[in-house]
């Protein structure tokens, strides 16, 4: 999907849609942030689109970042001291010019059960699965989460000369029925699902993700993307609409919409920013992301009252 110089913009892939509902594909693309991805299957493996996927299905011969999906009889972890430790599943080492991102389970002497290589630009990939822990019988989503996500991050944040696309925020996205485009940003805990909840029902407004944001330029105006990395609201959204106010979310007695002086505002923003630290360039390009997006739209703190009241307090201070 292109967006066009329109208020809101809507992803409709019905066709892709009704063929994941039946899954057991060889191939199966989706697309989050107008980037879209595309898996191909060798070896007898079958896949199906994990159903946080389902609404943002798409079909294309060829995608922005494409990745061959296969077997292996047994995964090994590289020998070299890894780039980057996520504490969780995942860990990144340099290989051959691109990025090897190894998934293992914190079970000691186990091997990894997935490895994906990637160009330099995460635009080409390939992902081996352990037969000892994935078969033929079973339709799998091979990008489960956190890979799905952690390659979008690379994505949008990898460019040769730091020309990157855009960067993933922790943050709840709003479009009210004026047509206002609102970021609320904060950490988890911060009062994102929270907020969304206050929102619902509201006629006209419409919530793109109650936890995961993605923006964009587009035309030279700023976008903001839903995604699928839900919050504790649940609410994962495929549309896209034009963002006019940013937000950092603290939770008070009262409402109260605060000014935020430039410099402090990129500093919050970019606290509430998926990144990846380990790469000068990555770096380079978000920082300046964030200093032109907190140079052309208000940003400002909102204290609020986790009440109804909250929502009135920003459609009545909305620029």
């Known amino acids: 999907m292109s967006v066009t110089q329109t208020q809101f913009a809507t992803w409709r892939p019905s066709a892709a849609k009704r063929a994941v509902a039946c899954g057991d594909f060889s191939r199966l693309c989706y697309r989050i942030g107008d980037v879209s991805f595309g898996m191909k299957a060798f070896d007898g493996l079958r896949m199906k689109l994990d159903p ?69 630009e995460f635009r080409r990939g390939e992902l081996q699965l ?3 822990f994935f078969n033929t019988r079973d339709a799998v989503y091979p990008m489960e989460y956190p890979l799905d996500e952690v390659l979008m ?16 925020v922790h943050a709840l996205g709003v479009v009210d029925d004026a047509g206002g485009g609102h970021l609320f940003l904060g950490h988890s805990g911060a009062g994102k699902s929270t907020s969304a909840r206050l929102w619902q029902g509201v006629p006209g407004v419409r919530i793109l993700s109650d936890d995961r944001i993605i923006l964009r330029r587009r035309e030279g105006q700023l976008w903001m993307y839903g995604t699928p990395w839900h919050g504790d609201a649940g609410i994962a959204s495929p549309h896209a609409a034009l963002l006019t106010n940013v937000y950092v979310l603290e939770q008070a007695p009262r409402n109260e919409l605060v000014e935020m002086p430039r410099s402090i505002a990129a500093a919050e923003i970019f606290a509430r920013s998926f990144v990846p630290r380990h790469c000068p360039e990555a770096l380079q390009f978000a920082l300046q992301f964030i200093e032109q997006l907190c140079g052309e739209l208000p940003c400002q703190t909102f204290r609020f009252l986790p009440e109804r009241t909250a929502v009135e307090a920003i459609r009545h201070g909305r620029g």
Do not use: M
């Open 130 to 132: 352990s037969r000892e």
């Open 52 to 120: 946080s996927l389902r609404g943002f299905a798409a079909e294309s011969a060829k995608c922005d970042v494409e990745v061959k999906i296969s077997l292996a009889d047994k995964l090994q972890v590289p020998a070299q001291e890894p780039l980057f430790a996520s504490g969780g599943l995942w860990t990144l080492f340099a290989e051959d010019g691109g990025y090897r991102l190894n998934f293992l389970r914190s079970f000691a002497g186990e091997a990894p059960y997935k490895t994906a290589w990637f160009d330099e």
């Open 153 to 168: 991050i690379h994505h949008l944040t990898s460019g040769k000369g730091g020309c990157g696309k855009g960067i993933e």
